[in-house]
């Protein structure tokens, strides 16, 4: 395989019912800098049906070059539609980087792909930059160049590797969602666009989707608040978490919770934070009740300001907090809403 | 019907993490339990057996003294257990690991693979679709609800905000939640049985349609840079306080950094 015939950084623009997804926009932050550093530019794949009225967003955000797949095929996600359109896709135009959201939808769609095209995929990264490999000469081993260093949390966010893949083309990471940074939109930015369908088979591998059941109301995302009051086992009660509620509300924030709070049957796992949870880093998270495990912290440390309150001085939450509060949370939390309140003028 | 669980031991998170000098992990030094979203994978192919009659094969790869979570799913009513292991197995990634697994499976019957979605050491929740890959199977992953329905199962996918009701004709993978249920306890008798059965030991011979370049740590298209411990941010202030010096504190903490 000639490793030079592959260009360019690739982004998977993952869209649902037709909206683009906030991570794709984030890749292509990330991308950017990655092309600039390899002096190329950046291709968003868009795949759904319908779907061509979503380039110049992608263009907005800064995609120079879109290629569309559209097919009937791929109006919902299903594994095997997408897996063929994104591998005929890579096989066709030979990326050098391949980056999909680490989402329900990219932590499928990235293995399947991955293995159709034989190539290495790096799992639910938080870093990348183009560096070394190895990163430091060794004797006896060609040291290459222009690689994608691809940085991961492991075991329960108790170790970090960053991870390279110098023989194989695409260099394929999947990526947190909330980790990076989108570009500013520039209104009216135009790139070129290519249309391009492999063909669609349908085959023992294409599901029948029965039913499609969206989660009742809308679910507020608790990765898009800025300011999160976290509750944990501390807490004690469905009817306690009212407390919680309440500080959240004078603070503008959201309400999240650990995962014994979910295996109670206080909230459901949409506001669970931590390692089988969603990753959040709010501008201030407050932990109470929260002992601090490590997989709850390793979704909230990258957290601005950290606040606990846990009756425990021994809590673990206390190493991780900027603001640590050794006291009854029964006391404190609806003392401090009363007080802000009263400063806040509610 | 056929079902075949991969299974996986892991090492629990909640213990200290260990590296050799290569940078790979070294799993032998530490404390191990069947991974989570594996066990609720068993379970629900224990279930289809107690509703429909199945004959559940057990597999996993790793070291001999992976023994022990064959041992534990024959002692929760698993039929048969595979152990595949063999030195230059080791240090594989994701797609050396699927490649392996994959040549075990080729010599097995089956009407459904059942794997966990990830598992709590790597996280990657990639092994599961790339043994479907490599097998050209339908693959459905993150089931939350699995149910047979003549020669397709019904499964609960799901997403972020919803599920999709999928239905795939088998032979099929599905990869497992914890959610997807409790897992049954082992049975005293269970555990007895357990270790006068037989648990099949296959090595790199015994795998079907692999080529010595995808396996291991030199088939490993992706290669460990370098890997550490994960340096924390230091613990803050704490202080103990009565409730109305506590709030007196915050405010004060919350008005410095205008959070308020």
Known sequence: MGLEEYKGVYIYAQQVDNEISSIAFELIGKAKELAADLNTDVTAVLLGSNVKGLVDELAEYGADKVIVVDDPELETYRTEPYAHALASVINEYKPEIMLVGATAIGRDLGPTVSARVATGLTADCTVLEIGDFPLNPVAGQEQKHNQLLMTRPAFGGNTIATIACPDNRPQMATVRPGVMQKLPKEAGRKAEVIEYNPGFTPNNRYVEILNVVKAVGSVENIMDAKILVSGGRGVGSKENFEMIKELADVLGGMVSCSRAVVENGWLPVDYQVGQTGKTVRPNVYFAIGISGAIQHVAGMEESDLIIAINKDEDAPIFDVADYGIVGDLNKVVPALTAALKAELGK | ?260
Not at chain 2, 60 to 66: D, N
């Open chain 2, 1 to 260: 019907m056929k079902i075949v669980v991969c299974i996986k031991q892991v090492p629990d998170t909640k213990g200290g993490v260990k590296f050799n000098p290569d940078g790979t992990l070294d799993r032998a030094a530490m404390l191990a339990i069947m991974n989570p979203d594996d066990k609720a994978g068993l379970e629900a192919a224990l279930r289809i057996k107690d509703e429909i009659g199945a004959e559940v094969t057990v597999l996993t790869m790793g070291l001999p003294k992976a023994d022990d979570v064959l041992r534990e799913a024959l002692a929760m009513g698993a039929d048969n257990a595979i152990l595949v292991t063999d030195r230059v197995l080791g240090g594989a990634d994701t797609w050396a690991t699927s490649t392996t697994i994959a040549g075990a499976l080729r010599n097995i019957d089956y009407d459904l693979i059942i794997t966990g979605r990830q598992a709590i050491d790597g996280d990657t929740a990639q092994v599961g679709p790339q043994i479907a890959e490599h097998l050209g199977l339908p693959v459905i992953s993150y089931a939350e609800d699995i149910k047979v329905d003549g020669n397709s199962v019904i499964v609960k996918r799901q997403y972020e905000d919803r599920y999709h009701e999928v239905k795939a004709q088998m032979p099929c993978l599905i990869t497992a939640l914890s959610e997807l249920n409790e897992p049954r306890y082992m049975t005293p008798g269970g555990i007895f049985d357990a270790y006068d059965k037989e648990v099949t030991v296959w090595g790199r011979a015994d795998l079907k349609d692999v080529d010595d370049s995808n396996l291991g740590l030199k088939g490993s298209p992706t290669k460990i840079a370098k890997a550490s411990d994960k340096v924390r941010k230091g613990a803050g202030e704490k202080v103990t306080l009565d409730a109305a010096e506590s709030v007196t504190y915050l405010m004060d903490k919350l008005k410095e950094k205008h959070v308020i």
